[in-house]
């Protein structure tokens, strides 16, 4: 360092804010070299750690990038400490306000900053791990494991946070975590009692873990909400409705309410009346309603229990009840089997040459020819 001050004409003792110019130009130069390398020492760092772990993703290149990021904030910032480990700091960082010392302050600063970046970069470790499992239980027929992957990856998340909290509150604010820990335990029930909500919809995400009521893909209906599962999570259970509006259920009221899980069913049910012109006579409407039965009985995607009957004369038509059940839970298997019955139905009436009626009214005029005048 001193032949490159003199090449330059400065005196390496010389001094300057209170340090000389050989200190100040290690200082400088250690930093610039941590700024140039530090994404190669953070994406040394991220490939040792996957290589520790063995495992091989396509997910590897899309979270290396991610969990580099808190990696090159981490090492500049142990950069500066080396950087600033032999620089003497003016007077005025040794000031007090309000019984701080300035120079201990930025310390403290320091300090959360770094824990705040641990934190972060554990919960992308999280992420990644939760990832991997997720696309390894869309192969397994179990929709349980869908749902406990969500549930766990927020619970691990929860923990690190309350774990980074306690370090904070300890090195940064001195905090005595042990004596925190026991007046914890004398205000829990003050706590509670305010969180008394937050507390219920908690264990009502473990009821729902244990009962199993419903899992991640079930259609379910609750109260006037019916939709699919999307996800279980502490706090709520997020439900996608057939208008794909996304709602937020509590967790309680998943518990609470009676639920109707739709996807449980074996069949679904489909009940509609047809109505036929009142010119459509007795032999034609027996021979409708025995086709109709037939072919609801030979049909791949009902089951025999379907039931086809002329029922009552209504204002316009005269009206077949229609009733099957589809051999299926599935949306996308009742619609297309539903529609698939109904074409079957247009041309079973117009092979008996009858026809659909629609509401209409007879309107009959009296001749007053003969009518005597006054």
Known sequence: MNKILNLIGLDSQKIILENTYEAWLWCFCIILITILIRRFLAQLLISFLFKLINQKSNLTNQFQTRLTQPIKHLVLLVGLVFACEDINFPEILNLE?????????????FSLIC?????????RIVDYFAEILRKKTEKTESKLDDQLIPFATDSLKIIIIILGGFLIIGNIFNVNITALAAGLGVGGIA????????????FGSF?????????????????????VVEKVGFRSTRIRTFDKSLVTVPNKKMIDVELDNLGLRPVRRSKFNIGLTYNTDANQIKNIVQEI??????????????RVRFMEFGASSLDIMVLFYVNSSNWDDFINTKEDINYKIMEIIKNNKS????????????????????
């Open 355 to 374: 026809d659909f009626a629609f509401p209409s009214r007879s309107i009959y005029i009296n001749n007053d020819e003969n009518r005597p005048k006054k």
């Open 115 to 123: 824990i705040i970046i641990i934190i972060q970069f554990c919960n």
């Open 191 to 202: 706590i509670a009692m305010a969180s008394k909500e937050s507390l219920e919809n908690l």
């Open 293 to 306: 039965q037939n072919m609801i009985d030979n049909h791949d995607m009902t089951n025999n229990e379907g």
């Open 207 to 227: 009821t729902i873990f244990l009962d199993q009521p419903f899992t991640v893909g079930d259609v379910v209906n609750v109260g006037q909400i019916t939709g």
């Open 97 to 109: 306000i309000y019984g701080f010392m300035i120079s201990g302050i930025l310390k403290k600063v």
